[in-house]
């Protein structure tokens, strides 16, 4: 009986970790050939620490004066002025503490207990080089230096996402949806996972008025605080789609464009068209696969997919959304499984997930570690899309494994 041969997802995920260490850091920092240490500034720094929370209580005080959230730079939804009410009562440093301390814990909470809990044989080894390698990270450690809070947004809607799934009765799915809406009026951009909530793909009907429905009722609760402040809201969207952010640390589209554009190449024109013709395909193809197998194995792919969708799509996503993709990577690593590698499909596999995993970790680090073409993140994110699609592509056919549970 022949032996079966296979690759441990572990060993995939550490040995692109550690090829990435190398290349990125190691060799840039060591070995310069000025035979000196260079390690130039890691995470960018806007003084004081926490900008973005001091500006989130000061729009949620305002509201709490009577008046409207949207002053200086706010452009999040009405509601999460209302949601971070109480920390306003806290002098800053202890706000600032307990925004930390939960960035960490939810971030955890989803990188390591949400995958053993939902997978059925996740690597333990994997998804812990995943969890230090995440806390240890460029966009992780932005995050916390400007108190943002894409981490707890995404955990909302990740713990959604699994209660929606695993969750027992109608109790579960309600706490599904609230925790669902909270990940929205914080941060609009997790409205992208709601493709996540459908335990039967071919259920076209029931999925669509579900999905139809919960974006119903997070469309009025942009409303919650009367239309005066909703069309303060939308004028604030506006503005921020006609003047986005350039620089290196955008990894959006629209950015990523913007900066090319002043390359002066030839081809640039149709450089925004063709990315987000990229991403539109991707997200189709994974979209179609995930109704024609109506599988399991298939939910990864998705997950992973709506997490880059929210990277690409918004015309801000500064580098601290990063870690929104390492809690999507833990999760599609948890289902992944060991990779039989006695056949040539088993061998495609394990490369392209080595692939993935590079491109993964190549968002690990700052841009001040990486060689021009890579200063931006779009790129590389923009190839997962595609690596993704191919992975896909050639994976095992499930034998009926039916719809998701």
């Known amino acids: 009986?022949?032996?079966?041969?296979?690759?441990?997802?572990?060993?995939?995920?550490?040995?692109?970790?550690f090829f990435?260490?190398?290349?990125?850091?190691?060799?840039?920092?060591?070995?310069t050939g000025a035979e000196v240490?260079?390690?130039?500034?890691?995470?960018?720094?806007?003084?004081?620490?926490?900008?973005?929370?001091?500006?989130?209580?000061?729009?949620?005080?305002?509201?709490l004066k009577g008046g409207t959230p949207y002053i200086g730079y706010n452009n999040y939804p009405p509601l999460a002025s209302v949601l971070f009410c109480p920390l306003a009562a806290l002098p800053f440093k202890y706000a600032y503490l307990l925004v930390t301390l939960l960035t960490i814990a939810t971030f955890l909470s989803v990188v390591l207990v949400l995958p053993l809990a939902a997978c059925r044989k996740p690597d333990s080894a994997a998804l812990v080089s995943l969890a230090i390698t995440g806390l240890l990270s460029y966009g992780f450690l932005f995050e916390i230096e400007q108190g943002q809070f894409n981490v707890i947004a995404l955990a909302c809607c990740s713990w959604a996402i699994f209660l929606f799934h695993?969750?027992?009765?109608?109790?579960?799915?309600?706490?599904?949806?609230?925790?669902?809406?909270?990940?929205?009026?914080?941060?609009?951009y997790p409205a992208v996972f709601v493709f996540a909530f459908a335990r039967d793909a071919r259920d076209l009907k029931g999925n669509l008025i579900r999905w139809i429905a919960l974006g119903a009722a997070n469309m009025a609760l942009l409303f919650a605080l009367g239309?005066?402040?909703f069309r303060d809201f939308l004028a604030v969207m506006l503005n921020v789609e006609k003047n986005n952010f350039i620089w290196c640390g955008n990894h959006s589209i629209k950015c990523f464009v913007a900066i090319m554009q002043n390359t002066g190449l030839p081809f640039l024109p149709f450089l925004g068209l063709g990315c987000y013709l990229i991403l539109a395909a991707c997200f189709a193809s994974i979209l179609t696969f995930s109704y024609v197998r109506n599988a399991r194995s298939s939910f990864k792919y998705l997950v992973t997919i709506c997490a880059l969708a929210a990277m690409l799509i918004p015309s801000i996503s500064h580098d601290y959304k990063l870690p929104i993709l390492s809690m999507a990577f833990a999760v599609f690593v948890g289902e992944a499984g060991p990779i039989i590698v006695n056949r040539l499909r088993g061998i495609i596999r394990a490369l392209l997930l080595f692939a993935l995993s590079m491109l993964y970790a190549c968002t690990l680090l700052s841009h001040t570690f990486k060689p021009m073409l890579l200063l931006s993140n779009t790129p590389v994110l923009l190839a997962a899309c595609i690596v993704l699609v191919?992975?896909?592509l050639a994976e095992e056919r499930p034998n009926r494994e039916g719809p998701r549970r």
């Open 390 to 392: 191919l992975l896909l």
């Open 166 to 188: 695993a969750g027992p009765g109608k109790w579960a799915r309600l706490g599904a949806y609230l925790l669902f809406t909270i990940a929205i009026q914080l941060k609009l």
């Open 20 to 31: 990435m260490y190398l290349v990125f850091f190691v060799r840039l920092v060591f070995f």
């Open 227 to 229: 239309p005066s402040v």
């Open 1 to 17: 009986m022949k032996r079966i041969k296979t690759a441990p997802v572990w060993a995939i995920i550490c040995g692109s970790l």
């Open 37 to 63: 240490i260079s390690f130039p500034q890691y995470v960018p720094v806007l003084n004081p620490v926490g900008i973005d929370l001091r500006y989130m209580l000061s729009y949620a005080a305002e509201f």
